[in-house]
């Protein structure tokens, strides 16, 4: 699920999602962020960085290894919520959208979630209902931008996704590669030696 | 020298020096912003390795961060590059306010010179404000052309005219021995 390469012809870019799991990749997601809504569509600084980026999932697309879009994901108790997608200025001829917001989706359906929710701008809103989005509620507006909520209904897979029986070294693996083994499964092979620093040591 | 506001529209203009991670942060987002969201410029140029190893001023319209310099420190003189200004902010100043703070620390710091590149249509914005051209000539090519721009650290002390060159002759398109994964063969463009 992490990596997706284009096949074919051999000039054709290679792309890859993955989710941001390094402090590198989570700064290339806030510089594309930059890039887009503060240098592009002028959104002041604390609108955009508004306080849940640290309680959200962040997905980063690559076009040949250069940081080319992102998107961020906030998960609330029955929906998962898509929000600050971007695509930087040089990209957007390459057909990156359908298949990040896809990616996206299956991310989400794999964790287990029904619906993918997002606020679409106006002018997005053909694409998001050609995807399989439809539109909730009224109109509203923020950030000088007027906005519809969509939601997208996901198939979960009843046998799959994680519940709290799910075996817990699956639970432990990095969350968009559940069906790989992870290095907490390698760490098993230690054994449970309980390495605990004595009470005197962790006080001096 | 043109002025340089204290205020935009009754909001108060200052200046700092990143010293969390979230400052940084927002340095780097102004950049962004500007060189690529504005210019084109690749993620992995702008971002070229040498972050970690120089102070990053930033300038503050109220708490909006709106402006930010990057300053490389070298043996014999302060280097300061990737200035940016945010597209809305423009013509207040603002840049000249982040130069003249890495003025100030260069002079704390014992640098009697400022070393900049500037690409050829910036050179007159250097010019006006007390800078030189180091050498007649712009090195690179196409659109990486840059002009190697000089300016002293006391304005009262003006460097020799005798061209010694600095080490930033040796600078310019300085490969990045630290990093091994620029991508982009970004001198071909």
Known sequence: MTVQTTTGATNRPVITIKLASTSDELMQCYMLRAAVFIGEQACPYWEEYDGNDYSASHLMLYVDGEPAASMRVRWFAGFAKLERAVILKRYRSYGLFIPFVEWAKEFCRKKGYPKAYLHGQKRLWEIFERDGFYRVGETFHFSDHEYGAFVCDLEVDEKTQPTVLTDPMVLNRPEDRLEQQGILEDSMSRGASCPHAEWTERRA | ?189
């Open chain 2, 1 to 189: 020298m043109s002025t340089i506001a204290q205020s935009i529209s009754g909001v108060s203009v200052t200046v700092k020096l990143a010293m969390k991670m979230e400052d940084s942060l927002q340095a780097f987002a102004v950049r962004a912003a500007c060189f690529i969201g504005e210019q084109d410029v690749p993620y992995s140029e702008e971002f070229d390795g040498h972050d970690f190893g120089a102070t990053h001023i930033i300038a503050y319209a109220g708490d909006e961060p709106v402006g930010a310099v990057r300053v490389r420190w070298f043996k014999s003189f302060a280097m300061p590059e990737r200035l940016a200004v945010i597209q809305r902010f423009r013509g207040n100043g603002i840049g000249q306010l982040l130069i003249d703070r890495c003025r100030k620390l260069a002079e704390q710091r014992g640098s009697n010179m400022l070393y900049t590149q500037s690409l050829p249509k910036d050179v007159a914005y250097w010019e006006k404000h007390g800078w030189r051209r180091l050498d007649a000539e712009e090195t690179g090519t196409g659109a990486k052309k840059v002009v190697a721009m000089v300016a002293p650290v006391d304005p009262s002390t003006p460097l020799p005219e005798a061209d010694e060159a600095p080490e930033s002759v040796t600078l310019r398109r300085e490969p990045q021995f630290d990093s091994t994964g620029l991508p982009m063969g970004s001198g071909n463009r």
